[in-house]
């Protein structure tokens, strides 16, 4: 919205601010210039008032009361709010001001991301007079900053959401991933399925059957129905061919929440299934193997997972880094002390991100994938050891299960496991892939 012709706004804007900004007897000269800017606004900007202000505004550049300019953007690809600040009608100082406001309560590095969306309010001088950011990370916290007695003060506020408790069902064609995301699920709830809930009883990239089924009943937070993020996993039941599994949240007494299958057994455990994302296991743990570079009979005490150089390894549970460093056929080398006789090593790193005596939570990275040492090819070899015996990695987790329930807390526990499946079983929404499998659904 344009108040003068846009060549003239800047020139009649410096005038404007220097003639109001320059005194401290601004009254005096304000009164004495009274008439002679009046005559200049009349000629300049006066419009006579022949239409309500309900109705749309005169398409002429002119107008009499200015109003404030909104302005709303975007971020793209490799945008940054700094980067797409400087391409609006902002002086310099207007920017440097507004960022001073929201740095103390919003990260702009991290907390903003391309797509997410803003909307500038600009006053008829180009001042900025509110900010309203919506973070993709947090959409329920959007960043506001507004101009309170002149000064810009940022804050984030915390919309009101809708928690609802949703039932969904899909089948399993190829993978996961894919039937969440047909059900138009997030990748968000296949990480937890498959990592949090299932990760010590399904192995997903070896389990899987087509025409498995997987239910879950979560709950999923909305703002004016629009979907915000997931809440909790209340429960999931995975019906295969291969392998069935059903998982429910609850607490168990005064600990933390857990899951629980059908009879109460813990679904936790102490080590997550593999410690980077990989691309397969190119050696498995085996007590008599050939040894490709040394080219003789030795075991192989851990499981080689192939990752690309560079890919980030995460400790398998929270501990003490007892070594971080060179150990000879290792390479780069961590080392980890669990407690209760548990160690784990994460062997031919390219880079170790951790010192030794540092104290580590499950997922903290400790380095990076490489081949130093005995590898002829970049990959983890992961090894883990319990006093002193090292135990195959892939099998190690499911023996290594929580607490079950407390007995007097079984049926209260049983009573809740039913509750929900009467949800599951009521779910309405089948969700199955479109396309030529979809003919096989019952
Ligand atoms: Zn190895």
Request: proline residues 6%; glycine residues 10%; aromatic residues 8%.
């Amino acid at each position: 919205m344009f108040l003068f012709p846009a060549e003239d706004e800047p020139l009649r804007q410096r005038l404007m601010r220097r003639f109001f900004r320059s005194s401290s007897a601004r009254f005096w000269l304000l009164a004495s210039c009274l008439p002679a800017l009046t005559v200049l606004r009349l000629g300049v900007i006066w419009q006579p008032a022949s239409s309500p202000a309900d109705l749309p505004a005169p398409l002429e550049p002119l107008a009499l009361a200015p109003e404030p300019q909104r302005l709303t953007r975007t971020l793209g690809a490799d945008d940054s709010i700094y980067q797409s600040l400087k391409r609006q009608p902002l002086e310099e100082s207007q920017i440097a001001e507004l960022i001073r406001a929201i740095t103390p309560v919003f990260n702009l590095r991290s907390d903003s991301r391309p797509l997410d969306r803003y909307t500038l309010t600009l006053d008829p001088e180009g001042v900025v007079q509110r900010f309203e950011y919506l973070s993709q990370r947090e959409p329920e916290r959007p960043l506001v900053v507004e101009r309170q007695v002149g000064r810009l003060v940022g804050r984030r506020e915390l919309l009101p959401l809708e928690k609802r408790t949703e039932a969904i069902e899909v089948r399993i064609i190829d993978n996961l991933s894919n039937a969440l995301a047909d059900a138009g699920e997030g990748a968000e709830l296949t990480d937890r399925i498959a990592d949090e809930i299932f990760g010590s009883a399904i192995d997903f990239t070896q389990d899987l059957r087509r025409g498995d089924r997987l239910g879950i009943v979560c709950e999923k937070y909305y703002q004016n129905g629009r979907f915000i993020r997931y809440g909790e996993v209340l429960l999931a039941r995975y019906t295969g061919e291969k392998v069935s599994q059903l998982g429910v949240s609850f607490q168990n007494g005064a600990g933390p929440k857990h899951y629980y299958d059908a009879q109460g057994n813990s679904l936790n455990r102490r080590f997550i299934n593999y410690p980077l994302p990989f691309r397969g296991i190119t050696s498995r743990f085996n007590t008599s193997r050939f040894h490709p570079i040394l080219k003789k009979s030795r075991p192989h005490l851990g499981t080689d997972y192939a990752a690309g150089h560079g890919t980030m390894v995460w400790a398998t549970a929270s501990g003490r880094v007892v070594h971080a460093g060179w150990s000879g056929g290792y390479g780069n080398m961590v080392e980890i002390d669990h407690g209760n006789g548990y160690r784990s090593r994460y062997g031919h790193l390219s880079r170790v991100s951790v010192r030794q005596g540092q104290r580590v939570d499950q997922k903290t990275p400790v380095g990076l994938v490489g081949a130093t040492g005995l590898a002829t090819g970049p990959h983890l070899h992961y090894e883990l050891i319990k006093n002193g015996r090292h135990l195959n990695p892939e099998r190690a987790n499911r023996d290594l299960q929580g607490e079950p329930l407390q007995k007097t807390l079984l049926a209260q526990y049983a009573a809740h496991r039913d509750q929900l499946l009467g949800l599951l079983a009521g779910s309405t929404h089948l969700a199955v892939h479109a396309g030529p499998a979809a003919g096989a659904v019952e």
